[in-house]
């Protein structure tokens, strides 16, 4: 599926640096769980200091972005938020030095443990945990280099900008999983990036490709990704690692360069900022936690009625409460018209059917999520859905069929707790 964008007004920009806002909303949740806050309200904290952690299976940790005094938690959007006032001093803790070249591996998956790395595509995977395979071979690591989302150009700003440390990081985590060879994955619109990839081979000793992918969403996806580069067609719900396979987000490559170089705990992120109703539009280093207010308020038209989506106009949300902060998942903030569509008159034509890239019936899940059919959304395998959006895009009768699929796997996983 080909979708038209405004990628090529931020595509070649260089990374900008974007004011703070006055007040951080830190989120309290992670891959799974919920993070335990170990500062108080009305405490001063300093920038870099670990303000929550979860030390369950899936580990992770949450920092201040900034100095300031903690304002308690907030539940912004149905889920529990940090408030953390800035005082604008940025002033931070002492962390210990490191020599990042000479760190054995189980260092580096400790560190990116204490500094809370996670996986930048969404999903927000703790990266330690991906990368520590327990002796397991990997044949190839896949850098997803693959931006499909429309609109998103921060990964190939990253990566035209900022590609020696992208390698740095790449090297580091080779030291751990001794991948048989790297592959990048990027787009054939993107292609002017091999020359300048190609310039970083000679600092590695491990062989490295590029791989020249479709033009065409969701080629971005975990699934799809794999399928292009290795010919294996995995099932969903299937590891990566089962198929001696590892990947990585650039996003994610960039925060690890930022933990094991710059001794940075992950406070801050690039996103794209865009859409058509977004008068500053570029690629900017934001902090963790930064409402999408505030970038509203230094980006946005006049015009009466907007919305705004965190991350791509596909698989990212618009938000209802505008305190919604960036968070360590979050690749972009777009600013677009209001579009209105409660309408649940599916004419049947099957579009949403054959643009499916997981081959189900997204009209079903309109139909049955609505009742809360849960045999019947199973039945249909809704768990399978990869949220990838191009069944609503290319609807021609506005249904809200992802409303229905974030609503129907709610109603799954509510049954399953039960």
Not at 149 to 176: C, G, H, R, V, W
Not at 246 to 265: D, E
Not at 355 to 368: D, G, K, S, V
Request: net charge neutral; charged share 20%.
């Amino acid at each position: 599926m080909h979708i038209l964008s405004l990628k090529h007004i931020t595509k070649h920009v260089l990374i900008e640096n974007i004011p703070d806002p006055p007040e951080f909303y830190l989120p309290l949740y992670g891959y799974k769980g919920v993070l335990k806050t170990i500062v108080e309200t009305g405490q001063y904290v300093k920038k870099y200091e670990l303000l929550a952690q979860a030390e369950d299976l899936f580990s992770t940790a949450m920092h201040a972005p900034a100095s300031g005094i903690i304002e308690g938690i907030e539940i912004i959007e149905g889920k529990p938020h940090l408030k953390l006032v800035n005082d604008f001093k940025e002033t931070a803790i002492d962390l210990p030095l490191q020599k990042s070249v000479q760190l054995e591996p189980a260092a580096i998956l400790e560190i990116l443990k204490q500094y809370g790395i996670e996986g930048s595509g969404g999903a927000r995977f703790p990266t330690h945990l991906k990368y520590n395979l327990r002796n397991e071979d990997v044949d190839v690591f896949i850098i997803n280099g693959a931006e499909c989302e429309p609109y998103l150009t921060a990964d190939y700003a990253l990566m035209q900008n900022k590609t020696e440390a992208l390698f740095k990081s790449i090297i580091s985590i080779q030291k751990i999983i001794k991948a048989k060879k790297v592959v990048f994955g990027i787009e054939k619109q993107n292609k002017e990036l091999v020359t300048i990839l190609k310039a970083f081979y000679s600092l590695c000793d491990f062989p490295v490709e590029i791989k020249l992918l479709p033009n065409t969403y969701p080629q971005g996806g975990e699934l799809q990704l794999i399928k292009s580069i290795t010919k294996k067609e995995l099932p969903k719900g299937s590891r990566p690692l089962d198929h001696r396979i590892v990947l990585s987000n650039i996003g994610t490559l960039w925060a690890i360069y930022n933990a094991l170089f710059h001794n940075k705990p992950y406070v801050e992120r690039v996103i794209t900022l865009s859409g058509e109703d977004a008068v500053k539009k570029g690629n900017f280093y934001v902090k963790i936690g930064t409402p999408v207010s505030h970038l509203f308020n230094l980006s946005a038209s006049k015009k009466e009625r907007q919305q705004i989506v965190l991350g791509g106009p596909m698989m990212g949300k618009a938000v209802t409460d505008y305190k919604s902060p960036v968070t360590k998942g979050t690749g972009g903030v777009l600013i677009l018209p209001e579009i209105q569509n409660e309408k649940y008159n599916c004419i049947e034509c099957g579009y949403c059917a054959n643009a499916c890239p997981q081959r189900l019936m997204p009209m079903e899940f309109a139909r049955y999520a609505k009742t809360e059919n849960t045999t019947q959304l199973l039945s249909h395998r809704l768990l399978d859905c990869i949220e990838c959006g191009a069944c609503a895009y290319i609807c021609p009768s506005d249904v809200p069929l992802m409303r229905s699929i974030y609503h129907g796997k709610e109603i799954l996983q509510n049954t399953i707790a039960l």
